[in-house]
């Protein structure tokens, strides 16, 4: 059969590029027609020690000959240990393992309810999110979602959602009350257009928790993961927030999210509570740890803090010799995007000719998400590429 009859077969769910991958190495991807082409996108955030990187395969073959699953009724030590290493470099106390960021965002929504629940009483569940998030694309997590592209047609939402404008303090003061539960937020927005939120957003959303006895919760399932420099995003902003949200990167690939909080916050979620049938799979745990130990490896995030640097002022440079096209750069460490004046629909597919990935959200912010390896020289290689397709 033609890939053309087989591709049929698949939901038509993406609109996807015309290439079918079939190899991957460091920053590298290869088309089924041997054509290379360097990776700005990395799985969407997702294969930050590059691909096939040879430790995190090691840690996978060698553990898919050992236990591949036995279920969260028992303990393994790929798990032990993976949670081990997440505590021992955040706040938290406490991991839940699941396989999405979806499903990690949902955990941290019902841990909200039954936390709110159980605290302040019945009616305490609502959580505040801001306009133009992303957190998901389960129930709950589009209703969590600012973007109502998202819900459309997939109504009634689950009810307990309301949205404020990002960086509006009076508006997250008028719909903080009795009712809320958690404030949930991206520290940096990335589906959105790679929008960062303020410090004093920040402060104040924390501020307005410690009061009314609700979570402050980040979705960092996107810029966790060293993606902004640090290990987490909320190390970078002067609020510790108390649940946080993991998964792309997580596993370089392989599937897994993570929520982790503090014991006393997750103490609300106990036996028979919440559960994932996959969540913390030894073999997803064994990429995991391989992938925290490398980005907590000496020199590792100062190098992304370098490079990101080093690719935002490459950016910025361009959006200077070209501001009559380029309205703004935004970012942080690897994650930057530029937004253009007008949108470039044809822009992702020039690159991808030229043999260049990366991502465009809509139609007119181009977002660089590169492994976290990424060099100067490949920077370098994207920019004028960038440069001749505007
Ligand atoms: C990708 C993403 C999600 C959803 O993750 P899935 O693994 O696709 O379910 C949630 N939040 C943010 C910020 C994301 O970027």
Redesign the pocket.
């Known amino acids: 059969m033609t890939i053309q009859s087989l591709r049929s077969s698949v939901a038509n769910t993406y609109s996807r590029f015309p290439i079918t991958l079939v190899r991957g190495k460091g920053c590298k991807v290869w088309d089924d027609k041997g054509k290379e082409y360097l990776d700005f996108a990395a799985g969407?955030?997702v294969c930050s020690l590059g691909h096939c990187h040879p430790a995190v395969t090691e840690a996978i073959a060698r553990q898919a000959g050992t236990l591949v699953h036995v279920s969260n009724l028992y303990w393994t030590m790929p798990q032990l240990e993976t949670a081990h290493l997440l505590t021992e470099n955040s706040f938290a106390d406490r991991v839940f393992f699941c396989n999405?960021?979806?499903?990690?965002?949902e955990g941290a929504l019902k841990l909200a309810r039954r936390h709110g629940h159980q605290n302040l009483g019945p009616d305490c569940y609502e959580v505040i999110c801001l306009e133009g998030?992303?957190?998901?694309?389960?129930l709950a997590?589009i209703a969590a979602t600012g973007q109502p592209v998202f819900q459309q047609g997939f109504e009634p939402m689950p009810s307990g959602f309301t949205h404020v404008p990002p960086d509006s303090i009076t508006a997250l003061k008028l719909a903080a009350g009795p009712r809320t539960a958690a404030v949930l937020i991206?520290p940096i927005?990335?589906?959105g257009g790679v929008r960062p939120v303020s410090d004093e957003f920040l402060l104040a959303a924390r501020e307005i928790c410690d009061r009314m006895g609700a979570l402050l919760m980040f979705?960092?399932?996107?810029?966790g993961m060293g993606r902004t420099g640090t290990l987490f995003a909320y190390e970078q902003t002067p609020v510790i927030p108390d649940v946080i949200?993991l998964?792309?990167a997580l596993g370089n690939g392989f599937?897994i999210?993570a929520m982790l909080a503090k014991e006393e916050v997750m103490s609300h979620l106990p036996p028979g509570s919440h559960a994932s049938t996959f969540g913390g799979n030894p073999v997803a745990c064994a990429a995991a740890k391989v992938v925290i130990e490398t980005l907590t490896s000496p020199g590792f995030l100062d190098r992304v803090k370098e490079t990101g640097t080093y690719l935002k002022t490459g950016l910025e440079s361009l959006a200077g010799k070209h501001s009559e096209k380029i309205l703004e750069v935004r970012g942080r460490g690897l994650i930057q995007a530029i937004e253009f004046r007008k949108p470039v629909p044809e822009l992702a597919n020039k690159l991808m000719d030229e043999g260049f990935l990366v991502l465009l959200s809509q139609e007119k912010i181009l977002r660089l998400i590169p492994p976290l390896i990424i060099t100067k020289a490949e920077i370098n290689a994207m920019l004028n590429a960038i440069e001749n397709n505007i």
């Open positions: 969407i955030a999405s960021g979806a499903e990690a965002i998030s992303f957190h998901g694309r389960t997590t991206e927005q990335g589906e979705d960092e399932v996107q810029v949200c998964a792309k599937p999210g």
